[in-house]
Nanobody
Framework: QVQLVESGGGLVQPGGSLRLSCAAS????????MGWYRQAPGKERELVAA???????SYADFVKGRFTISRDNAKNTVFLQMNSLKTEDTAVYYC????????WGRGTLVTVSS
């Protein structure tokens, strides 16, 4: 069983940066495909970025060039560096481990507002 806890969300002005963390317990994340998702009010949950066990990354078009996903297997943690934030990035951000058997965190709220 994998438990995931996201942190690092908060209120930031447009153009600012935040770094989200997803810490795991109960199992190593080393062999999991990891993903960051987000869900804005009234919208469907959507994939933001993913990283394979080998470190290959992929991004949604709306964050390319602004967000970076990374992982530290020694710390059993996955990160999402978010730069040049826009108001439309406001959402609850969730971490997911796995593709067949999926494990989700409870999310961290990111609010981008002036």
């Amino acid at each position: 069983q994998v438990q995931l806890v996201e942190s690092g969300g908060g209120l930031v002005q447009p153009g600012g940066s935040l770094r989200l963390s997803c810490a795991a317990s109960g199992s190593t994340l080393r062999f999991f495909v990891m993903g960051w998702y987000r869900q804005a009010p009234g919208k469907e949950r959507e994939l933001v970025a993913a990283i394979t066990s080998a470190g290959s990354t992929s991004y949604a078009d709306f964050v390319k060039g602004r967000f970076t996903i990374s992982r530290d297997n020694a710390k059993n943690t996955v990160f999402l560096q978010m730069n040049s934030l826009k108001t439309e990035d406001t959402a609850v951000y969730y971490c997911k481990a796995g593709t067949v058997m999926e494990y989700w965190g409870r999310g961290t709220l990111v609010t981008v507002s002036s």
